[in-house]
């Protein structure tokens, strides 16, 4: 675990604590919400302990206590199915074995965001796992203080909470994206716009560049066809919304996958 | 009935994650098909982030949250420091909330 800190640095530290932060209040509010619907504390807890997916928490003890167990256990897990694609995306910073096994558990959009916008393999593996630890720390805290003050806990949408993880994700998927724009322009180098970081040694333990923004350091994938596949995601996601059942647009998503069949490959671009 | 709506939700989100990095594992990707995993989780990250900030269900998200989402991109386009980015977003909104703004 120290090995981890140290080699995360402080920025990058900072960057986690900031969405955590963020979290743990959303997770206030999801006990709050859930036993203020009816679910008693030891299904709140175990549900945040157990589960450990916002989104699918939300739903689900929404149509729990609305009498559709069904519905709950369904609509969870579609939810939750985009975790398969990342783990096939990030399944490299687990490890093996029963680091792989604990690794899994912590898997949620953030961990893999932070792990997305890291270069240097240890940094990924930093910053997974930095992540994923201290949101199952502050999100279950959160759901546990949530529970047991229920309705007193105000609305966090009033601070503005969420806007604070689509504008993180955001800014995590950035560098990837500027990236990939880079290297379409200047596939050789890393361009004149190169952050000291991309040219971080692996065994460079010091890490003395501290980036401004998570992955400033460069980022996998190297692809031209990343912005491209972002934007469209995004808009066939938002285009489905009203009409799908809740977490289907977000894996029709993944049709935009088609259009990385137009935008060739470099040879720069694999060996990302 | 409540534990085995919990167990089985738990369980088989665990089966999601431990699958996909044991498929990773198992399965020798040919390097055309192997581009197209972690294009594939930006695709989602991207879905995510736009769902999250335009709906709310099965509709809009009012005006507040798209807003704080745009001004916290702005930050992050303007490589501002990412805990800026999340504080500049959440602040916009509450800002605009407390100003009456849906």
């Known amino acids: 675990m120290r090995a981890i800190w140290r080699t995360a640095g402080r920025a990058l530290i900072r960057d986690i604590a900031a969405i955590a932060a963020a979290d743990g209040f959303v997770g206030v509010s999801f006990g709050a919400i859930a036993t203020s619907g009816g679910l008693p504390l030891w299904a709140v807890v175990a549900m945040s302990v157990l589960v450990f997916a916002g989104g699918a928490q939300f739903l689900a003890a929404g149509l729990v206590t609305a009498g559709n167990p069904v519905a709950a256990v369904l609509g969870g897990l579609l939810l939750n199915a985009r975790h398969l694609p990342f783990g096939m995306a990030v399944g490299d910073v687990l490890g093996r074995g029963p680091a792989r096994l604990a690794g899994s558990h912590i898997m949620v959009d953030e961990s893999v965001a932070f792990a997305m916008a890291q270069s240097d393999p240890r940094r990924r593996h930093a910053a997974y796992w930095l992540t994923g630890a201290v949101l199952f720390v502050t999100w279950n805290a959160g759901a546990l203080i949530g529970g047991v003050l229920g309705g007193v806990v105000g609305d966090p949408n009033t601070f503005g909470l969420d806007a604070a993880f689509p504008a993180g994700l955001f800014a995590l998927l950035l560098p990837t994206l500027r990236r990939a724009r880079r290297d379409a322009v200047a596939p050789a180098a890393d361009g004149p716009s190169g952050m000291p970081g991309d040219s971080a040694l692996p065994g460079d333990s010091a890490l003395p560049h501290e980036s401004a923004a998570p992955g400033d350091a460069g980022t996998p994938p190297r692809d031209p066809a990343a912005p491209w596949v972002a934007g469209i995601g995004a808009l066939i996601a938002v285009a489905a919304t009203p009409l799908a059942p809740a977490g289907l647009p977000v894996l029709l998503a993944l049709a935009a996958l088609g259009v990385a069949f137009a935008v060739p490959v470099r040879k720069a671009a694999v060996t990302c | ?102």
Do not use: C, D
Not at chain 2, 4 to 18: E, P, Q, S
């Open chain 2, 1 to 102: 009935m409540l534990i085995a709506v919990i167990v089985v939700l738990a369980v088989g989100t665990y089966g999601f994650r431990l699958g996909g990095a044991l498929l990773r594992e198992r399965v020798t990707l040919p390097a055309p098909v192997a581009r197209f995993l972690p294009l594939a989780a930006v695709a989602l990250l991207a879905a995510l982030a736009a769902t999250a900030a335009l709906t709310e269900g099965h509709g809009s998200a009012g005006v507040a949250r798209p807003a704080g989402v745009l001004a916290g991109a702005v930050a992050a386009w303007r490589r501002l420091p990412f805990i800026l980015v999340v504080v500049v977003a959440a602040g916009t909104a509450a800002i605009l909330r407390a100003l009456g703004v849906p």
